[in-house]
């Protein structure tokens, strides 16, 4: 009884991860795949398939335009192929392009102009920060925010902000000249900026101060034990009812915050990279699917509106990762055609060729590298 009852604890907790994983991952990529398909459409692009996932299908159907509809076995992705694509990565196929008649080129993706190419496959990126603005817009709207006053309630003995000055009962209203509305804010501000100098303007009894600290870069354990690194003051927030409070948002304001927040994940994520390459950063801190899989689950013990902002938040880095120009992502296919813009025509076959095999390597050694930091993080918890 004893073995039968872990394996139904091991599996309860297996699903309590795969479907809040598979929720928010088949949204994000069903609507970067659907920004593709729907430009493509309005070039007259013939689409082929339109496939959440890879492998063997699942299930599919057919519409009326002959594009093959399918969910496949392997839930980490999708694609849209077109008319005369070798591949899912829009690889040309030079030996069906060699025979196609004169309407047949009109309906494949290769004889496209240039400007309506570069559209079709900008379109899947834009698509996922649309998305993330709209998914953070509704969840403004429906489920609203907790908003803390950034009001400091305690002060750690020889913190960053015990030496800058800081006092309980200071409430921050400026950071570097930029008005903070909450304590969330602040953090984030903070968060980001460890070892940098900031400057605070508190409201200390009604008298405006003017203090500077640096956030010391630290260690911090959520509730779940995952470990991120992030600046830290050494201050706590206030607990007061007064200090908290719930606030929904109209549509116009919320579309607004939606912007801003899609707009903080695409800075803080260059901040992070900027960081990894002056090394104030670690590599440590990039997780793949499995990790991403452990987030979701432990996101969704929070509610719906907290993995609708996972999503919203997972769309934006994908719309990101997939702008990188290295070829066999979106982002490499728009490098060839800046080259093919300048030069008046398209590198060489084999010239992209290369460019492929080399993309797809990198993309291999990322997959492979963020999967071992996942196996690592999972391991030491």
Same mark, same amino acid.
Do not use: C
């Given at each position: 009884? /004893?073995?039968?009852?872990?394996?139904? =604890?091991?599996?309860?907790?297996?699903?309590?991860?795969?479907?809040?994983?598979?929720?928010?991952?088949?949204?994000?990529?069903?609507?970067?795949?659907?920004?593709?398909?729907?430009?493509?459409?309005?070039?007259?692009?013939?689409?082929?398939?339109?496939?959440?996932g890879?492998?063997?299908?699942? !299930?599919?159907?057919?519409?009326?335009?002959?594009t093959?509809?399918?969910?496949?076995?392997?839930?980490?992705?999708?694609? %849209? @192929?077109?008319?005369?694509?070798?591949?899912?990565? =829009?690889?040309?196929?030079p030996?069906?392009?060699?025979?196609?008649? #004169?309407?047949?080129?009109?309906?494949?993706?290769?004889?496209?102009?240039?400007?309506?190419?570069?559209?079709?496959?900008?379109? $899947?990126?834009?698509?996922?920060?649309?998305?993330?603005? %709209?998914?953070? =817009?509704?969840?403004?709207?429906?489920?609203?925010?907790?908003?803390?006053?950034?009001?400091?309630?305690?002060?750690?003995?020889?913190?960053?902000? *015990?030496?800058?000055?800081? @006092?309980?009962?200071?409430?921050?209203?400026?950071?570097?000249?930029?008005?903070?509305e =909450? !304590?969330?804010?602040?953090?984030?501000?903070?968060?980001?900026?460890?070892?940098? @100098?900031?400057? !605070?303007? %508190?409201?200390?009894?009604?008298?405006?101060?003017?203090?500077?600290?640096?956030? *010391?870069?630290?260690?911090? @354990?959520?509730?779940?034990?995952?470990?991120?690194? &992030?600046?830290m003051?050494?201050?706590?927030?206030?607990?007061?009812?007064?200090?908290?409070v719930?606030?929904?948002?109209?549509?116009? *304001?919320? %579309?607004? &915050?939606?912007?801003? *927040?899609?707009?903080?994940?695409?800075?803080?994520?260059?901040?992070?990279?900027?960081?990894?390459?002056?090394g104030?950063?670690?590599?440590?801190?990039?997780?793949?699917?499995?990790?991403?899989?452990?987030?979701?689950?432990?996101?969704?013990?929070? $509610? !719906?509106?907290?993995l609708?902002?996972?999503?919203?938040?997972l769309?934006?880095?994908?719309?990101?990762?997939?702008?990188?120009?290295?070829?066999?992502? /979106?982002?490499?296919?728009?490098?060839?055609?800046?080259? #093919?813009?300048?030069?008046?025509?398209?590198?060489s076959?084999?010239?992209? /060729?290369i460019?492929?095999?080399?993309?797809?390597?990198?993309?291999?050694?990322?997959?492979?590298?963020?999967?071992?930091?996942?196996?690592?993080?999972?391991?030491t918890?």
């Amino acid at each position: 009884m /004893d073995v039968l009852s872990g394996l139904g =604890s091991w599996g309860h907790s297996l699903l309590s991860y795969v479907i809040p994983f598979l929720f928010v991952l088949t949204i994000v990529v069903f609507f970067h795949e659907l920004g593709h398909f729907w430009v493509a459409r309005r070039a007259g692009v013939r689409v082929l398939t339109f496939s959440l996932g890879f492998g063997p299908e699942l !299930f599919g159907f057919n519409d009326k335009h002959g594009t093959r509809w399918r969910l496949a076995a392997v839930p980490l992705g999708g694609y %849209v @192929k077109f008319f005369g694509d070798e591949d899912a990565a =829009s690889t040309p196929d030079p030996a069906k392009l060699a025979h196609m008649t #004169e309407a047949e080129r009109r309906q494949s993706f290769f004889y496209q102009p240039l400007r309506w190419r570069a559209a079709i496959v900008a379109a $899947g990126p834009i698509a996922n920060f649309i998305l993330a603005i %709209v998914i953070f =817009s509704l969840v403004f709207m429906v489920f609203g925010r907790q908003v803390s006053t950034p009001r400091v309630d305690q002060v750690a003995a020889g913190s960053a902000a *015990e030496q800058g000055g800081f @006092k309980p009962g200071d409430l921050v209203t400026q950071i570097n000249g930029a008005a903070v509305e =909450s !304590f969330a804010d602040m953090q984030r501000i903070v968060g980001a900026h460890a070892g940098s @100098k900031l400057t !605070f303007t %508190v409201d200390r009894g009604g008298v405006p101060v003017d203090l500077s600290a640096t956030p *010391e870069l630290r260690e911090v @354990k959520d509730a779940f034990g995952n470990v991120h690194k &992030m600046g830290m003051l050494g201050i706590s927030r206030s607990l007061a009812a007064a200090d908290v409070v719930t606030r929904r948002y109209g549509p116009v *304001e919320a %579309v607004t &915050m939606g912007a801003q *927040e899609t707009w903080f994940v695409v800075a803080r994520t260059f901040d992070y990279l900027g960081g990894l390459i002056a090394g104030r950063e670690s590599a440590d801190q990039l997780g793949g699917p499995i990790r991403i899989a452990q987030v979701s689950g432990q996101v969704a013990t929070f $509610g !719906f509106g907290a993995l609708l902002s996972l999503a919203a938040v997972l769309s934006v880095s994908i719309g990101l990762l997939n702008l990188f120009p290295i070829p066999l992502l /979106d982002g490499g296919h728009l490098l060839f055609y800046a080259v #093919e813009a300048v030069r008046g025509h398209p590198l060489s076959a084999r010239t992209q /060729d290369i460019g492929f095999r080399i993309g797809l390597a990198i993309v291999l050694m990322l997959m492979v590298f963020a999967t071992w930091n996942d196996v690592v993080h999972i391991a030491t918890m």
